[in-house]
Nanobody, 121 residues
Framework: QVQLVESGGGSVQSGGSLRLSCQAS?????MAWFRQDAGRGREGVAA??????TYADSVKGRFTISRDRAKGILYLQMNSLKQDDTAMYFC???????????????????WGQGTQVTVSM
């Protein structure tokens, strides 16, 4: 069973940056980052299939998803952070067949435990 472990969350002021990491126990082509807080459901932030990324409109131009294939790490570089970015961030992977490059949470069957990101004024 593939395991995902996130790290890199923390507290930052508005306008600051954080980089999240997700260590996978093996390489998986289809992976994504999601976020969730008390006020909204799980939201897809960014996804990658191979080396092809896609982003939610709310983070385009501010967040970058990337990966280190050799190390099995998925990254999410978050710049120009806003208070609205405050949430628990989850790494997800899909090992079953399905939609290519999707931000739909139902498409992913493996999830990490999450890492908290808090953005203050």
């Amino acid at each position: 069973q593939v395991q995902l472990v996130e790290s890199g969350g923390g507290s930052v002021q508005s306008g600051g940056s954080l980089r999240l990491s997700c260590q996978a126990s093996e390489y998986i082509s289809n992976m994504a980052w999601f976020r969730q807080d008390a006020g909204r459901g799980r939201e897809g932030v960014a996804a990658i299939a191979g080396d092809v990324p896609t982003y939610a409109d709310s983070v385009k131009g501010r967040f970058t998803i990337s990966r280190d294939r050799a190390k099995g790490i998925l990254y999410l570089q978050m710049n120009s952070l806003k208070q609205d970015d405050t949430a628990m961030y989850f790494c997800a992977a899909r090992t079953t067949s399905g939609d290519f490059l999707t931000l739909r949470s139902i498409s992913y069957n493996i999830w990490g435990q999450g890492t908290q990101v808090t953005v203050s004024m």
